[in-house]
């Protein structure tokens, strides 16, 4: 199944995923580096990667609809597209509470708190980042116009016979 959103013949939502995935991971990075003694402006830097990488999360989400309402229902493919958009969507809230929390605060820096929010925003997101792969890479979702939308699970072990090629 190809992608619904295209430019220049590349599928326009794994284009954009990188940069939230970046900014939020490095957020997180300068937040514990800055709470461990760091320098200060990292809390502020972290709080901007924080509002950039939201704004490119909602792009990427937007992008990513168009991919996901494609998709046939009944399919692996299907319950895979909401299991990543539901935990990416978990992900967006979690990190949009957590700049909310540091908008009109003192400081921008985080505390222990928003911390533990946030890593656990960031384990979501990598679980998210894995089923992205699962549907790109396994189901062929948005890059393969005869994907197997059923395709079994990447972590299930396959058989194979002396001389198969994979």
Do not use: Q
């Amino acid at each position: 199944m190809e992608s619904r959103i295209k430019v220049l013949g590349h599928p326009v939502h794994p284009m954009l995923v990188m940069f939230p995935v970046a900014l939020l991971v490095t957020a997180v990075l300068f937040d514990i580096i800055d709470t461990v003694g760091g320098p200060d402006f990292l809390g502020e830097v972290a709080y901007w990667n924080i509002t950039v990488g939201l704004i490119g999360g909602l792009l990427a989400a937007a992008a990513g609809s168009f991919d996901l309402l494609a998709i046939p229902t009944g399919t692996r493919a299907k319950r895979v597209g909401l299991l990543h958009a539901g935990a990416n969507l978990v992900v967006i809230l979690l990190f949009a509470a957590v700049w909310v929390v540091r908008l009109n605060a003192d400081s921008r820096a985080a505390g222990g708190a928003l911390i533990a929010i946030e890593i656990v925003a960031v384990a979501i997101l990598g679980i998210s980042a894995w089923l992205g792969g699962e549907l790109v890479d396994r189901l062929g979702v948005g890059v393969d116009r005869d994907a197997d939308l059923n395709a079994p699970s990447s972590l299930r072990p396959t058989t194979r016979r002396i001389g198969d090629v994979r």
